[in-house]
């Protein structure tokens, strides 16, 4: 198996924003910028959703583009 950082190694993720929704609900907003493995660098806008319980992360979503 191929992990994230061996297919794209200089992968970065930048933190654009961080949102609250009802007492359980946190949404981070990031970019995620590389080099593909064909050499094109790109940018990807993703959201993740996160269910909080007891203090932890219950669950987690991400969402973004396909390109």
Do not use: A, C, W
Not at 29 to 58: M, Q
């Amino acid at each position: 198996m191929v992990k994230r950082n061996e297919l794209i190694p200089d992968l970065k993720d930048s933190l654009i924003s961080i949102y609250t929704s009802k007492e359980n609900i946190v949404i981070v907003e990031f970019i995620s910028s590389s080099t593909s493995p064909d050499r094109k660098n790109f940018t990807l806008p993703v959201y993740t959703i996160f269910e909080i319980k007891e203090g932890l992360i219950s669950k987690g979503f991400s969402y973004y583009d396909h390109f």
